[in-house]
Every structure is written in structure tokens, then in C-alpha cells.
């Protein structure tokens, strides 16, 4: 098979491994090396990897031949990272991780969200308010990163682990914060500790009451109940891989719309045509009609894949279909979701910010695991449609609100972290927020004046 000359000690991660470039470049270099073949060799230290280019290859390494690449092939084992990180559903090995990803996928279903929606709402005016409170002190200057994360964490404790807490905008340690969460579900013991009623209750508690049952009796055979602290480890797991993910999207669309006036023109006139249809109230339904903010928050995942690189482990031989390749069961297999996003050949000009790429006689053109943000198959992210639809809640309250607008300091092209995993960008993202003339509350309130 081609591959990549790699060089002594650290193989083709050296510019990674010495903290000088995010891996998601260092990986898409390597896409981009192997340009003309479907698959790519290159090397981890002295360790060889595969990184598969072909989308129809991705397609059958994440879906199709799933019982050929099931296992995940970190780069480095979670257990190595942090004791919680291999115990959580991401390092678990399959037959735990199948029972766990069974029972906590309900979780997120079409209905949970909707009935979720009253949650994420208040968690966005409370996110409106600090904004506010913070333009105005600032004539407008905002770190919109540490102001995102600040709305995640508020939205995380609020639907999937417990309001009551009130633990949000308290910086605590982690282990701190999701003992008390566990401590306070334990002693609560067989008592009721839904504080509200109807559906709201039923989604808040549902992601930790699963965990509480799991915890309890066995529900896979063979399987044992989960361990005190492989909940804790799900609990920390589901609040990083959702509130580091979607604030650090939140961050980099917001930032590209101050780049593009016009973009964020069109985004807040459907805004403003939706919520003038729906009495000004914004509701879960309005949300679906938001189809321009729906391609805004595509595109943003095209350019700036959160995870940059997927990683599998091939557990039997796979013979390559029109090739004499075999890939020999043991192989660590990656896909660079960056080197995708940004091949030329499916998406022109990838450098441009254009969410009309997702117009659907755009995607029609391109094979489909040529985008994969959330991933593919049964290992894609469990909670893709949650972080949609807290986004398009924060972006329907800013945007209808405020004009965003590049700062002074704002570059051209934000610096990426090279010292995470995560695309993520590095150091603060300052913007200007200025009130609209018309914004939604003014129009609200003439909404009830008639
Ligand atoms: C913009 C937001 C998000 C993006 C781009 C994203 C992306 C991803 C990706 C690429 C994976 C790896 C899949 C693989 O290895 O094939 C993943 C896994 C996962 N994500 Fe997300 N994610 C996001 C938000 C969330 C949220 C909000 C949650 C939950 C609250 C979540 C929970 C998880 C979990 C639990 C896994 C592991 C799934 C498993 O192993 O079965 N993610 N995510």
C-alpha cells in the first residue's frame, strides 16, 4: 500500500506530537499526501495506521463492515488518558458499550427533545442576560467562547443531569461536580425526584434515572450492573463530549457570521419571517423551519469539524473490494474528517464560508460520507440532534437580537489549538454584539399590544 515517509522518532506526528499542530492537520496533510489512492499508510511513532480516503471506504470502515472495524483504535488507549475516559460509553469494550448505547439512545429521541424545549428556552434567556449584561459593560466587546460554554454548561445541567444542582456558572472540579450529582441521585433512593411535571420531568431525569437502573439490575446478559463509578464516568463524558462540541461550534459560527454581513443578514430575516408567522413566540416546530440556519450550522461543521479525525481497529481481516489490499485485523484504521471536509473535489473553494453547499441540489452532487461531523454507523455521536437543537435555540435568540461584528482584535483566520484533540479554537474569540432596532422582544411585545 502508498504511505507517508515518515521521519524518526515520532513517524508523520511529529509537528502533533511536539504540540506545534492540531491533529486534524497533521492527519489532513497526510489526506492530502495520498491524493489519488483510496487508502494512505503512515505512522504513529514507529506504529503503522491506515487513513482511508475513499468515501465509499469510509462508508463501509464506519457502517457497513462495522463487525470488521467495531472496536474504536484510539491513538492513545482513553485508559492511559484518564480512568473515567475508559470507563465511559467511549472506551468501553463492545459488549459493554452496545448495552450502555441500547439504553441510553432513548434518551435523545425526537420526543425527549421536544419535551425538552421549555429548558433550552430558559436556559437561552439566561444566556440573552448575561450577553446583554456584558455588552453592555463592554460596549459590546464579548468573548463569545467562554460565553458559549457558559450557555452548554447551563443547558447540560439543566436537561441532562439535574437543575436543582444549581451548580452552573460555579467553577468546581469535575470529579467534585459529578459526585454531587450521583450523591444527590442515590440518596434520593426510591423517592420521586421529579420537582416538576409532564414531560419536562420525564427528559430531565431520564438520561440519569437510565443510568440509576442500569446501576441497579443487569440489563444485557452477561453483562453486570453498571459500577458507581462507570455512571459518574458516563455523566462526565456526556457533559464534556456535549459542552465542549456544541459551544465550540456555537463559537466558530458566530464568528463567521461576523465575518459575512450577508450571511447573517439572510439568517436573521428567516428568523424574524418564522417567529412573525408564529405570534413571535419561538416553539420546538419553528425551529424546523428554520432551513437556512439548518445549512448555516452545517457549514460551520464542514469547516470546523469539532473532531477532526476518526479512529478505528480492523478485529478481522478486510479485503479491500477491486484491490489485492487486505487489511490485517490488528490495523489501527483513521479517517480525517478534516482532509474530507476540505477536499476540493467535493467541496470547491474550501476555504469560502458558504452554507448554500447544503442546498439539497448541492449534496445531491457529492457522496454522502464525504460529511461526516457526527461521524457514521452505530459509533456516530449519540447526540447530534440535541446539539442542533440547542444551537439553532441560542442562534434564534442572538441573532434576532444583535448584529455580530468582528472586533479590533478579531483575526481573519482563527488560530487553532495545537495542544487538543478537539478543533477548537485557540485562546479567547472577542466580537462586538450590537442591539438590533428591531429585535425580537420589541416585536414581541407589539405582538401583544394588538
Ligand atoms: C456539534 C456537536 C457535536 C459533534 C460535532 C459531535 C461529534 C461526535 C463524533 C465525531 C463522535 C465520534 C464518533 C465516532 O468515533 O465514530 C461523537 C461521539 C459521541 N458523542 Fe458527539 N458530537 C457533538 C455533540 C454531542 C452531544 C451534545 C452529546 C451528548 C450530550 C454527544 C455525545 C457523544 C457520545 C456519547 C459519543 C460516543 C458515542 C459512542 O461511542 O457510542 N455529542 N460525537
Not at 479554537?425 to 466580537?431: I, T
Request: aromatic residues 10%.
Amino acid at each position: 500500500m502508498p504511505y507517508v515517509t515518515p521521519s524518526f522518532p515520532f513517524g508523520n506526528f511529529e509537528r502533533t506530537a511536539l504540540l506545534r499542530e492540531n491533529v486534524g492537520f497533521t492527519a489532513k496533510k497526510i489526506y492530502d499526501e495520498g491524493k489519488g489512492y483510496p487508502i494512505v499508510g503512515y505512522f504513529v511513532l514507529i506504529e503503522p495506521f491506515l487513513l482511508v480516503r475513499d468515501p465509499a471506504l469510509v462508508r463501509s470502515v464506519l457502517v457497513t463492515r462495522f463487525d470488521h472495524f467495531s472496536q474504536r483504535g484510539h491513538l492513545i488507549p482513553p485508559e492511559s488518558v484518564d480512568s473515567m475516559m475508559g470507563r465511559s460509553i467511549f472506551g468501553l469494550p463492545i459488549p459493554e458499550w452496545k448495552c450502555l448505547r441500547r439504553n441510553l439512545t432513548p434518551c435523545f429521541a425526537g420526543t425527549k427533545l421536544k419535551a425538552m424545549f421549555p429548558m433550552v428556552n430558559r436556559c437561552s434567556k439566561r444566556l440573552m442576560r448575561l450577553l446583554g449584561d456584558a455588552a453592555e459593560r463592554h460596549e459590546g466587546l464579548l468573548d463569545v467562547r467562554d460565553t458559549m460554554k457558559r450557555f452548554q454548561t447551563d443547558v447540560i445541567c439543566e436537561t441532562l443531569l439535574a437543575k436543582l444542582l444549581k451548580l452552573r456558572f460555579t467553577p468546581v472540579s469535575a470529579e467534585h461536580f459529578f459526585h454531587v450529582v450521583l450523591q444527590r441521585h442515590l440518596n434520593a433512593g426510591k423517592e420521586d425526584t421529579r420537582t416538576s411535571v409532564g414531560d419536562e420531568a420525564t427528559f430531565r431525569t431520564g438520561f440519569v434515572d437510565t443510568l440509576m437502573r442500569m446501576r441497579e439490575t443487569p440489563h444485557c446478559p452477561n453483562i453486570p450492573p453498571l459500577s458507581e463509578e462507570k455512571v459518574m464516568a458516563q455523566m462526565a463524558f456526556f457533559f464534556l463530549a456535549g459542552f465542549e462540541t456544541t459551544s465550540t461550534t456555537l463559537t466558530f459560527c458566530l464568528f463567521e457570521l461576523s465575518r459575512h454581513p450577508t450571511i447573517q443578514k439572510r439568517l436573521a430575516a428567516e428568523i424574524m419571517d418564522v417567529l412573525k408567522d408564529n405570534d413571535w413566540e419561538l416553539d420546538y416546530s419553528s425551529l424546523s423551519k428554520m432551513t437556512y440556519m439548518e445549512k448555516v450550522i452545517q457549514e460551520t461543521l464542514r469547516k470546523y469539524p469539532v473532531v477532526p479525525l476518526l479512529s478505528r481497529e480492523c478485529v478481522q481481516n478486510y479485503a479491500i473490494p477491486g484491490s489485492d489490499w487486505t487489511i490485517k485485523k490488528g490495523t489501527k484504521v483513521s479517517v480525517s474528517v478534516l482532509g474530507l471536509h476540505y477536499d476540493p473535489i467535493y467541496f470547491p473553494d474550501p476555504t469560502r464560508f458558504d452554507p448554500g453547499r447544503f442546498d439539497k441540489s448541492e449534496v445531491a452532487k457529492r457522496p454522502p460520507a464525504c460529511y461526516i461531523p457526527y461521524s457514521l454507523g452505530p459509533k456516530a455521536c449519540i447526540g447530534g440532534q440535541f446539539a442542533v437543537f440547542s444551537m439553532k435555540v441560542a442562534l434564534a435568540e442572538i441573532v434576532s437580537k444583535y448584529e455580530v461584528h468582528p472586533s479590533d482584535s478579531t483575526p481573519e483566520v482563527l488560530p487553532i489549538d495545537p495542544c487538543v484533540f478537539q478543533f477548537s479554537p485557540k485562546g479567547p474569540v472577542m466580537l462586538k454584539f450590537h442591539r438590533r432596532r428591531k429585535s425580537l422582544s420589541d416585536s414581541a411585545s407589539r405582538g401583544v399590544q394588538r
